[in-house]
């Protein structure tokens, strides 16, 4: 299935590592499992690469894989970045830079789902130096749709500044929180950032924007069955009804 799949890249996204909490955490003992195929039957690869590739119409490497981690949470120090170190595996984390330190409050939490705590600057820094990629998630994590253009501007601005004060290096990848997103949106993202992800549930290829690249999250895919399937570049069919019906619940909510 790899070879009916060339040129393209499969960008996978995690948020909390962890055996509680929403519905999108991931079990430990599940995502070493995940990590050690991946090292075995992939080519995981930075987001930053899989950019400058698209950006130079450079081929993508056979069976690419991406990480990314968004919202930066302590158990991303704790859990994964053990697990990736061990099988070498490179990751991004998209960093929401006004709640580092605190837990993640933005939103309401599931009934008896306790709310998770961020990593600390110190915590950032340290998996900087050892080479973890961080990008921007905004500073309070909003829903930039829901923006004046003032204040989104200072959402990616002051983002990136922050990042970049902090690691004392060029910041140069966002995500967009809760994947909303508008072709406008991207066009602002574009003045600061050479990359951002969006929830958009699909592979990347040659043609797809480097400020709207869709990625797919590991929620959907926790059967083993379904996980090895997509990276191996199957599950095409369940991945367009899981698109459906998400946009379909967005729309009720809109």
């Given amino acids: 299935m790899w070879a009916a799949q060339s040129n393209q890249a499969l960008i996978l996204t995690y948020h909390s590592i962890s055996g509680t909490g929403p519905p999108l955490a991931i079990p430990p003992d599940l995502f070493m499992q995940q990590m050690e195929w991946l090292a075995a ?44 170190a061990n099988y070498g595996l490179p990751a991004t984390v998209f960093v929401p830079t006004g709640w580092c330190g605190l837990n993640d409050d933005w939103y309401p939490h599931l009934s008896g789902s306790p709310a998770k705590p961020l990593m600390s600057w110190s915590q950032i820094r340290a998996l900087s130096n050892a080479d973890v990629e961080f990008g921007s998630h905004t500073v309070s994590h909003a829903r930039l749709t829901e923006l004046t253009e003032p204040e989104i501007d200072r959402e990616l601005a002051d983002s990136k500044r922050r990042l970049e004060c902090e690691l004392g290096r060029t910041v140069e990848l966002f995500a967009f929180p809760y994947g909303d997103w508008s072709p406008q949106l991207r066009d602002r993202v574009r003045q600061h950032y050479k990359a951002a992800c969006t929830t958009d549930l699909a592979r990347v290829t040659a043609a797809s924007d480097l400020c709207s690249l869709p990625r797919i999250d590991v929620h959907y895919v926790r059967s083993w069955h379904r996980f090895r399937s997509l990276c191996a570049g199957g ?16 729309a009720l909510v809109r």
Avoid: I, K
């Avoid at 992939?42 to 950006?55: G, Q």
């Avoid at 690419?64 to 859990?79: G, N």
């Fill in 235 to 250: 599950a095409q069919g369940y991945l367009r009804l899981r698109d459906v019906g998400r946009r379909c619940r967005r």
């Fill in 41 to 84: 039957h992939a080519s995981v690869v930075r987001l930053r690469e899989v950019a400058e590739m698209l950006r130079n119409g450079t081929q993508l490497p056979a069976r690419a894989v991406v990480l990314t981690f968004d919202d930066a949470l302590d158990d991303f120090a704790s859990q994964a970045a053990p697990v990736l």
